[in-house]
């Protein structure tokens, strides 16, 4: 929890300050989940800070929380044409992706448990969006979307989800499914350069033991280029 803490501090999440009369904080609560690698061994244990956000009220707390996800048509079309096109496919993880979104509106949150100050009444007002924040999915697509636009990507009318980019003859797609993006394109070495930028950016990291995403009924070994439908399997990625 310290950790988690710590991050959240480092990330700018929120600032202390009095609760302004009328606003009402939104409670928050400890989440702990064991993480595993695709084998099912045990990666790490984690603790997460998540707003309950069913206490927040629409119109003063939160507007609008429509964010895009993949169509599993797209996918089936993207790996399709990748595999067809004998491209490399890549998986990126997001850090933390929800803690990435900036927060647009005035929200209060109480004091997560665990934490102290030296002042009485004190809350935390939100400048990034949280887990369980009813904008928090919305607001980190936003923020990826605008990250995509600067380095080039273009946004697919049919498929919000899918983004291209296309300079000459190079060609990358990436696809965002939640916090997990897939990316492919006939350059490796463009391919490798666009991972890079995403990780001095601080937001991706390339899966490197795994290289496998989750979508409903759908496994995808990236090495190779393979994929079953409704099966578990694994492919060992060294």
């Known amino acids: ?3 988690e803490l710590r991050v959240l501090e ?3 999440t ?3 300050s009095a609760l302004p009369r009328g606003k009402k ?3 928050c609560k400890w989440v702990y989940k064991i993480k595993r690698h695709a084998d099912g061994s045990i990666e790490r244990y984690k603790a997460r800070l998540v707003a309950k956000g069913f206490t927040q009220v629409e119109g003063i707390d939160f507007s609008e929380t429509f964010a895009p996800v993949a169509k599993l048509v797209t996918i089936r079309c993207f790996l399709a044409v990748a595999i067809a096109m ?3 496919i890549h998986q990126m993880d997001v850090h933390n992706a929800i803690l990435h979104g900036d927060l647009h509106e005035e929200v209060y949150m109480s004091l997560p448990p665990s934490l102290s100050t030296a002042r009485l009444g004190q809350v935390c007002r939100l400048h990034k969006s949280l887990y369980g924040s ?3 999915s919305r607001n980190w697509f936003s923020k990826l979307a605008d990250a995509l636009y600067a380095y080039g990507f273009k946004q697919c009318g049919a498929d919000h989800s899918l983004f291209t980019y296309s300079r000459g003859t190079i060609f990358i797609a990436v696809l965002v499914y939640v916090d997990d993006l897939l990316e492919a394109g006939n350059s490796s070495a463009h391919c490798n350069s666009f991972k890079r930028h995403g990780s001095r950016m601080k937001i991706m990291r390339d899966q490197l033991e795994w290289r496998i995403i989750w979508v409903p009924n759908l496994e995808i070994g990236t ?3 393979t994929c079953s439908c409704g099966r578990m399997f694994v492919l060992e990625g060294n």
């Open 134 to 136: 009813r904008q928090a």
């Open 223 to 225: 090495r190779h280029c």
């Open 14 to 16: 929120w600032t202390l």
């Open 10 to 12: 480092l990330n700018g």
């Open 86 to 88: 004998k491209w490399e």
């Open 1 to 3: 929890m310290a950790e």
């Open 25 to 27: 904080p939104v409670d």
